[in-house]
């Protein structure tokens, strides 16, 4: 089976939807996206998304993967999601990956697919041969760091159909129906796109840095007030670099729609065991101040 152009390799797939839920208090999901929403009384034009902090690894994956379980966790953005527990509680909608990165990265377009991974390889114009897939994190990963490959052969071609239909497309799915909900209620949306980084290396000290695209993608009134907040609490933020904001932060990121979007990237050395990837004694400190930085914001820009 040959795709002959990318339109018709996504044609091709069974894409499966998730259905809009307009009010709920409690997790609804599918097997790969958790969807956590506020009651209706309490909601804010706030959403969250956890795209990288799945830890629900397909055992068919692990069967091709040639990386042991402890390396392919590295790759993840471990327990954001977990940091981010108590937000729609105070209003703020969730959307989280429950399955990982290194199975397929959501913060990529579907395009940026490194055709030579599958047998026989993918055949098409469309796709994006990015910097990202050439260093092999294209949408569906071909390294978890540079020289460290997930696989020892090349994929089957119809994997490529089954990850994006099942995994990419109902999280994408269930971002825009959220958004769109919001949207309607409020008449502007702000997506929180949350990931967690490694030490930065450099002198400065970094726990935080706030991507919108150098200005593209949100107002310098909320990136301004979301560094402030972080500040107040003793975190040393920085803007755009070296993160300015990936496929999410761009794509539901539309200022002339009165839909913002900022990334914000968490130095993982603030809340976990660099060595185990285990919460340290500091995650449950961590984990109330990013509740009360997300609660407060939110009330900066909501008014019930």
Same mark, same amino acid.
């Given at each position: 089976?040959?795709?002959?152009?990318?339109?018709?390799?996504?044609?091709?797939?069974?894409?499966?939807?998730? &259905?809009?839920?307009?009010?709920?208090?409690?997790? $609804?999901?599918?097997?790969?996206?958790?969807?956590?929403?506020?009651?209706?009384?309490?909601?804010?034009?706030?959403?969250?998304?956890?795209?990288?902090? %799945?830890?629900?690894?397909?055992?068919?994956?692990?069967?091709?993967?040639?990386?042991?379980?402890?390396?392919?966790?590295?790759?993840?953005?471990?327990?954001?999601?977990?940091?981010?527990?108590?937000?729609?509680?105070?209003?703020?909608?969730?959307?989280?990956?429950?399955?990982?990165?290194?199975?397929?990265?959501?913060?990529?377009?579907?395009?940026?697919?490194?055709?030579?991974?599958?047998?026989?390889?993918?055949? %098409?114009?469309?796709?994006?041969?990015?910097?990202?897939?050439?260093?092999?994190? %294209?949408?569906?990963?071909?390294?978890?760091?540079?020289?460290?490959?997930?696989?020892?052969?090349?994929?089957?071609?119809?994997?490529? %159909?089954?990850?994006?239909?099942?995994?990419?497309?109902?999280?994408?799915?269930?971002?825009?129906?959220?958004?769109?909900?919001?949207?309607?209620?409020?008449?502007?949306?702000?997506?929180?796109?949350?990931?967690?980084?490694?030490?930065?290396? &450099?002198?400065?000290?970094?726990?935080?840095?706030?991507?919108?695209?150098?200005?593209?993608?949100?107002?310098?009134?909320?990136?301004?007030?979301?560094?402030?907040?972080?500040?107040?609490?003793?975190?040393?933020?920085?803007?755009?670099?070296?993160?300015?904001?990936?496929?999410?932060?761009?794509?539901?990121?539309?200022?002339? &729609?009165?839909?913002?979007?900022?990334?914000?990237?968490?130095?993982?050395?603030?809340?976990?065991?660099?060595?185990?990837?285990?919460?340290? $004694?500091?995650?449950?400190?961590?984990?109330?101040?990013?509740?009360?930085?997300?609660?407060?914001?939110?009330?900066?820009?909501?008014?019930?």
């Amino acid at each position: 089976m040959v795709f002959t152009s990318a339109y018709g390799m996504w044609q091709a797939f069974n894409v499966k939807k998730i &259905q809009k839920i307009p009010c709920a208090s409690s997790v $609804r999901s599918s097997s790969a996206v958790g969807i956590h929403l506020p009651t209706c009384r309490n909601r804010t034009p706030f959403l969250l998304s956890s795209p990288h902090s %799945g830890r629900d690894y397909p055992h068919d994956f692990l069967q091709v993967a040639a990386l042991p379980m402890d390396e392919l966790e590295r790759m993840e953005d471990r327990y954001t999601d977990q940091l981010l527990r108590h937000m729609p509680e105070k209003g703020l909608s969730l959307v989280q990956a429950l399955f990982p990165r290194s199975f397929c990265d959501v913060n990529r377009d579907w395009r940026e697919l490194d055709t030579s991974m599958f047998s026989p390889p993918l055949i %098409g114009n469309d796709f994006i041969f990015s910097k990202k897939v050439q260093a092999g994190y %294209g949408v569906i990963p071909r390294c978890i760091s540079p020289g460290k490959s997930i696989y020892r052969y090349c994929l089957p071609l119809e994997e490529a %159909g089954r990850r994006l239909s099942q995994y990419w497309e109902p999280y994408h799915e269930a971002l825009q129906q959220t958004q769109k909900t919001l949207y309607q209620q409020f008449g502007s949306t702000i997506l929180l796109d949350i990931h967690s980084m490694p030490p930065l290396a &450099q002198t400065r000290p970094c726990d935080i840095v706030l991507g919108n695209r150098h200005g593209k993608t949100c107002s310098d009134e909320l990136i301004r007030t979301t560094e402030r907040l972080f500040t107040e609490k003793g975190y040393h933020v920085q803007r755009n670099v070296p993160y300015s904001g990936g496929y999410i932060t761009g794509r539901y990121g539309k200022m002339e &729609q009165n839909r913002q979007s900022l990334q914000i990237e968490i130095n993982r050395s603030c809340y976990l065991n660099m060595q185990t990837l285990q919460p340290n $004694r500091h995650f449950s400190k961590v984990q109330q101040d990013i509740t009360n930085i997300l609660t407060e914001l939110a009330h900066s820009f909501h008014s019930p």
